[in-house]
C-alpha cells in the first residue's frame, strides 16, 4: 500500500484524528527524541528549582540565609541525593509524566526519600549537633508544596511549554480493521512491509526501525492473527498491546493466573488494609477537625435555614454507597419542604423555584454539603470519592445506569464529599448523556488510580470549584 507521509486524516468512526505514516521514513523519531530530552532535562530543572527556592525562602526566614551558608552545602548534598532518587523512582519516566497525579507521586516520593537519606547521613556522621533542623523541616514544607504544584503545571501544560507530544504512540492497522478510539502519533499499515507469520530477518529489522524511539505500539489484527503479532512483538523491546474488542464490556482491569490458567482480573477489590487504614484515619481527623473549625458557621447556617423557610434544618435523601448499599446522605435543606424530591427525579435548576433564599447562597458556594461530614465520621462516606447520585437521578431523560451500564462499578469505593469529576468541572444538571459520561470516566479513572497523594491534589484543587457556573 503506498501511503502519503504525514497526511491527516480523520475517520467518522470514532472522531480521532491521526497520522498515516510510511515505515520507510519514520520521520516522527527525531522529533519525538528531542522532545522527550527536552522535557527529560525541562523538569529536572523545575525540580531543582523548587527545591532551591524553597530552601533559599527558609532559610530566610530562619535567619541563616548571610551567615554560614549551611543551607547551601544542604542544598549541594540534597540535590544530587534527589536527583538518583528520583531517577531510581522513575520521576521522569514516559508512563509518569502523562498523569500529574502520578507525577506528583513519584516527585514527592523521591524528595521524601532524598530528605530521609540526608539526615540519616548527618546523624550517622555525627553532624547533627550543628544540624539546623528548623531550616531542613521549614524548607522541606515548602519543597514538597512547590514540587506539588510545579509538577501538576509543568505536565498539564508540557505539550506548549517544550514545544509539542514527546510521547509517541503508533497504531499498526491491518487492512479491513476499525481504527481503534483514541489518540495516536501515527498510523501504519504494515501490509506492504511486514507480515508477523512469517520469520523474516530483514523484516523483523524493518518493524524495529520503524517502531523504534516509540513510547508505544497498539495492534488491531483479525483475531486469528493475534498470536503471531504477539510473537512478534515480544522481542521488540517497546510496550505493545493487540486491540481485543470483545473485551470492551467486561472492562478489564489487567491479567491474573489461577494455577496454570491466565484469567482476566475485572475488579481488584477493596484496598489493602494498610491503605484503608490510612484512608480511613485520614478522613477521619479531617472530617473531625474540619467540623470542630467550622463548628460556628454550621450553627449560623442551621439557623438561617430554620428561619427562612418551615422545615427540618437537614434533608435527608437516600444515597447508592460503597458496594451499591444505600445510605441516607445528609444535606442542609436548600428547598421548601413541600417541593423537595427525596427521589433526586428532577435536577436542581440555575432558576429554580424550589430553592429558597438561603438556598440559594448555600448551594452556590456548596455550603449545603458540610452536613456530609458527619456521614465521614459515620464511615459511610469518605473526603474524597464518587459523588452519590439519588436513585432517580436521570441524564437525558434516563436513569443514570440505563446510559451506562459501567455506571454500577463507581460503587466500588466509598462516595466521597468531593472527587475528580467535581475537580474537572463536571457537575451540576445531568441535561445530556455525556454529563453523566464525564463524570462516570472521571470516577472509574480515580478508583483505578488511587493513592494517598491523589486525595490530598483532589482537596486543593476543590477549592478552586467551590464557587463553580455549574453550582446553582
Not at 509539542?164 to 478510539?181: A, D, M, R, Y
Not at 465520621?377 to 439519588?390: D, F, N, Q, T, Y
Amino acid at each position: 500500500m503506498n501511503l502519503e507521509i504525514g497526511r491527516s486524516e480523520w475517520t467518522p468512526e470514532n472522531g480521532y484524528p491521526y497520522t498515516v505514516m510510511s515505515p520507510e521514513k519514520p520521520w516522527w523519531r527525531p522529533r519525538a527524541s528531542a522532545l522527550r530530552t527536552r522535557a527529560f532535562t525541562t523538569l529536572v530543572l523545575i525540580d531543582f528549582l523548587s527545591i532551591t527556592v524553597s530552601f533559599l525562602i527558609a532559610a530566610v526566614l530562619h535567619g541563616q540565609f548571610g551567615a554560614d551558608r549551611v543551607w547551601l552545602v544542604l542544598l549541594a548534598v540534597l540535590l544530587p541525593v534527589y536527583l538518583i532518587t528520583a531517577l531510581n523512582a522513575h520521576a521522569y519516566a514516559a508512563a509518569n509524566l502523562q498523569d500529574p497525579f502520578r507525577a506528583i507521586a513519584k516527585g514527592v516520593q523521591a524528595l521524601v526519600i532524598a530528605i530521609s537519606a540526608v539526615i540519616l547521613v548527618a546523624f550517622c556522621v555525627r553532624a547533627s549537633e550543628g544540624f539546623p533542623r528548623l531550616l531542613v523541616a521549614i524548607g522541606s514544607f515548602f519543597a514538597m508544596m512547590t514540587m506539588i504544584a510545579a509538577r501538576y503545571t509543568f505536565v498539564k501544560r508540557m505539550v506548549s511549554i517544550i514545544g509539542g507530544n514527546p510521547f509517541s504512540v503508533i497504531l499498526i492497522c491491518e487492512s479491513g480493521q476499525p481504527v481503534p478510539p483514541g489518540v495516536f502519533s501515527v498510523m501504519i499499515s504494515p501490509e506492504s512491509f511486514f507480515d508477523p507469520e512469517k520469520h523474516d530477518p530483514v523484516m523483523y529489522d524493518r518493524l524495529a526501525k520503524s517502531l523504534e524511539s516509540a513510547d508505544r505500539v497498539v495492534v488491531a489484527c483479525d483475531p486469528a492473527r493475534r498470536t503471531a503479532w504477539a510473537h512478534a512483538l515480544k522481542g521488540a523491546n517497546i510496550q505493545s498491546e493487540i486491540v481485543a474488542p470483545e473485551l470492551h464490556n467486561l472492562a478489564p482491569l489487567g491479567l491474573g493466573n489461577h494455577g496454570s490458567a491466565t484469567t482476566i482480573v475485572i475488579a481488584h477489590g477493596p484496598l489493602g488494609l494498610f491503605d484503608r487504614f490510612m484512608k480511613r484515619g485520614f478522613d477521619f481527623s479531617l472530617a473531625l477537625a474540619i467540623v470542630i473549625a467550622l463548628l460556628p458557621i454550621l450553627a449560623v447556617i442551621a439557623i438561617l435555614v430554620k428561619l427562612d423557610s418551615p422545615g427540618p434544618v437537614f434533608f435527608k435523601q437516600t444515597r447508592i454507597g460503597r458496594g451499591n448499599q444505600m445510605f441516607k446522605m445528609l444535606k442542609f435543606r436548600s428547598m421548601r419542604v413541600l417541593e423537595s424530591d427525596h427521589a433526586g427525579n428532577r435536577s436542581a435548576s440555575r432558576d429554580d423555584d424550589r430553592i429558597t433564599r438561603v438556598g440559594k447562597v448555600i448551594r452556590r458556594t456548596s455550603m449545603d454539603e458540610l452536613p456530609q461530614l458527619l456521614n465521614v465520621l459515620k464511615g459511610e462516606m469518605s473526603i474524597v470519592g464518587p459523588r452519590p447520585h439519588a436513585l432517580g437521578s436521570r441524564a437525558a431523560d434516563k436513569l443514570f445506569w440505563e446510559v451506562d451500564t459501567r455506571y454500577w462499578h463507581r460503587h466500588a469505593a466509598k462516595p466521597g464529599l468531593t472527587g475528580l469529576a467535581q475537580v474537572r468541572g463536571y457537575r451540576g444538571a445531568t441535561v445530556h448523556e455525556s454529563d453523566l459520561s464525564n463524570r462516570l470516566q472521571a470516577d472509574l479513572e480515580y478508583l483505578d488510580t488511587w493513592s494517598i497523594w491523589r486525595d490530598l491534589m483532589i482537596i486543593a484543587m476543590t477549592f478552586r470549584v467551590l464557587l463553580h457556573r455549574n453550582a446553582f
